[in-house]
Nanobody, 123 residues
Framework: QVQLVESGGGLVQAGGSLRLSCATS????????MGWFRQAPGKEREFVAA????????YYADSVKGRFTISRDNAKNTVYLQMNSLKPEDTAVYYC????????????????WGQGTQVTVSS
């Protein structure tokens, strides 16, 4: 059974940092694109960042570019999202997702999803 398990969320003050982790299990994700999405209350789920396992190519939403960094550890089958200079508008449930290439920002293209982890940024 395929599983994606996020961790690392929490409460942080504006300007602070958090690192989210997404541990994968159940199959080899070496060919997959891994993405992070987020959903704030009353809003649509939105793309945050994505990375390809094989080439390490990355892509970011404009709203997080320069503040967030996505990375992966192939040996641990884990993807990370380092979030710096957090803002109250970054408050949301963050989801990890896996999908086939090519790298895309479209949530419908991702086949597997984690349960989400809450990130709350206070002002």
């Amino acid at each position: 059974q395929v599983q994606l398990v996020e961790s690392g969320g929490g409460l942080v003050q504006a300007g602070g940092s958090l690192r989210l982790s997404c541990a994968t299990s159940g199959r080899t994700f070496s060919s997959y694109v891994m993405g992070w999405f987020r959903q704030a209350p009353g809003k649509e789920r939105e793309f945050v960042a994505a990375i390809s396992w094989s080439r390490g190519s990355t892509y970011y939403a404009d709203s997080v570019k320069g503040r967030f960094t996505i990375s992966r550890d192939n040996a641990k089958n884990t993807v990370y999202l380092q979030m710096n200079s957090l803002k109250p508008e970054d408050t949301a449930v963050y989801y990890c997702a896996a999908g086939w290439p090519p790298l895309t920002t479209t949530s419908a293209a991702y086949d597997y999803w984690g349960q989400g982890t809450q990130v709350t940024v206070s002002s």
